[in-house]
Every structure is written in C-alpha cells, then in structure tokens.
C-alpha cells in the first residue's frame, strides 16, 4: 500500500462525510433514537456515514479489517494486519442538541500502530490528521510540536463521567490547573490537546474508536497517552486515558496516584 496515496483517498472521503453531514443539519426528520440512556444516542446519519465509509474500504481494500461503533461488521478481536477504525460522529448528542462541537473520525492501524488518523471538524470545516513519520496537519498546515510545561500553566478537559464518578480527583486536578472545559466529544476534546489550547485531557473509560484517531495524531506531535495508572493504552479495549503534554501528564498521574483510593 502507498500510504500518502491511501491517505490522499481518505482525505476525499472525509471531507465527503463532513459535507454529507452539514447538509444533514437542515434536515429536520433526521430519525434519532437511545442507546443504552437518554444521553446516548445514535442517529440514521451514524448509521449513515458508518455505511458511506465501510463501503469505500470494502471497495478499495476488500481484505482489510473494520471496526466501527455502529458496526456489524463482525467481531474484530485483534489488530493483526490493516484495521480500520470509524467513528461516523463523535459527539452525537451535540450533534442532535447543539449542531455543532461534532466530529467524525477514521483511522488506520496496521499490526497495531497508527498508519494515518483523520479527525474531521464538521462545523469549523477543519480536517486534522497525521501520516505515521510525516507530521500532523490542520488542513494543509503543518502542526508544530506541543511544547512541555507543568499542569499549572494550562487549562485541562475533562469527560462529564470523569466529574461525576470521581468529583475528588476532578476537583484536585482543576484546583491545580489553570481551568476546566468540557466539550462532549473525545476527538475534538483530543484536538484541543493537539493544538495546545488546552494541556491535557483526562476521561473516565473510553471506546478504542473514540481515542484512537486522537492517540495516533497526539503521538506524531509527541503528546504523552496513556491509560490514567501511567500504563499504555490497551489496543480495543476500553481505555481511561490521559493525554498531555508530558510535564502536565506527569503531574496528573502523580494526583492519581496520591488520590487513587478515592471515588471508588
Ligand atoms: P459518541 O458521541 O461517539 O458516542 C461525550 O459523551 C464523549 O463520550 C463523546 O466522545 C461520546 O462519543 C463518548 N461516549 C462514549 N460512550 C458514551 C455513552 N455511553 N454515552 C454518551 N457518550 C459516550
Ligand atoms: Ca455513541
Ligand atoms: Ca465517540
Ligand atoms: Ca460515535
């Protein structure tokens, strides 16, 4: 495979898909229903843009593996070989409620490392990414690496499971920072990482589709991700991740070790 060829076609799809999904917004009989609670949703234009790209990859790359959160696409259990991993719109309540702060988000590991990640801003019509070796981008515009400084001199995201389940250790963390944001959406919280408007993201247990494209992008800008005990992400497993600066990750994974009995 010729990746900056592969990643050009991915490219296409993308910003396909964020077409395809600002035109939805207008569209006011889109068909949403619950998943699991009232605040976990799924729309037809999940189901939708999941569609629109697993028939590209099947089309172009029939032997390739796919996960995505929508999926039937079969149990994938491994990362052996190219694995797709989709997630047709990250942020699906602000999606229905705000329109806007969505994203979707695509990414491809081969034998488990990050090949190429998109993260498509919709709304902003900004489309982030990185090419394994080659840097990590905003539209054409090359990202700078993320420089290193302690919790104190930034403002961290948080998930709102992270606040609820774990007020102490939230409170601890925001009392060192310089602020707390919530956004809604792990890929756009994770841009916020990898442009440096905020030093870190930490999250209670998230979906591999929804920090991989993240992790594959922080790391070529050499961001620090791991899980919230300072172990590496585990590849399609649920993950409770920070991802900082390496300063700003230090110095959250020492308030988790010091406050790790509390919240329990
Ligand atoms: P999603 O919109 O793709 O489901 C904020 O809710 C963030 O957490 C979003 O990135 C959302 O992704 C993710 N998330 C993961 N599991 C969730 C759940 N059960 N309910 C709501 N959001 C969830
Ligand atoms: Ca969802
Ligand atoms: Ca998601
Ligand atoms: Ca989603």
């Not at 050009?8 to 619950?34: C, F, M, P, Y």
């Not at 054409?140 to 403002?155: A, I, M, R, S």
């Not at 499971?161 to 060192?176: A, F, G, H, N, R």
Request: net charge negative; hydrophobic share 40%.
């Amino acid at each position: 495979m010729d990746i900056a060829v592969t990643a050009k076609l991915v490219r296409g799809w993308v910003e396909e898909a964020g077409q395809l999904l600002r035109e939805s917004l207008s569209n006011t009989s889109i068909v949403v229903e619950e998943k699991s609670h009232p605040s976990d949703l799924v729309t037809e234009m999940d189901r939708f843009i999941e569609a629109f790209y697993v028939e590209k990859i099947r089309k172009e790359f029939p032997t390739h593996q796919i996960i995505g959160e929508e999926g039937s696409y079969g149990e994938v259990d491994n990362m052996d070989g190219y694995v797709w991993i989709i997630d047709p719109i990250d942020g699906t309540l602000n999606y229905v409620k705000q329109k806007r702060n969505f994203c979707s988000m695509i990414a491809l590991y081969k034998d488990g490392v990050g090949i190429f990640s998109f993260i498509n801003d919709v709304i902003n019509e900004d489309i982030y990414y990185a090419i394994k070796g080659k840097g990590a981008y905003c539209n054409d515009k090359q990202l700078e690496n993320v420089t290193t400084y302690p919790l104190g001199k930034g403002l961290v995201a948080l998930n709102t499971k992270m606040v609820m389940l774990k007020p102490t250790l939230s409170k601890k963390i925001i009392q060192e920072a310089l602020g707390v944001r919530l956004i809604g959406s792990a890929g756009l919280e994770m841009v916020q990482v990898i442009t440096n408007r905020v030093s870190a993201y930490v999250t209670t247990p998230l979906n591999f589709w929804d920090v991989a494209p993240g992790i594959m992008i922080a790391s070529e800008l050499g961001l620090k991700c791991s899980r919230t005990d300072n172990s590496p992400i585990k590849m399609l497993e649920k993950n409770p991740i920070v991802i900082a600066n390496e300063n700003t990750h230090q110095d959250i994974i020492n308030i988790m070790k010091k406050t790790s009995n509390i919240d329990v």
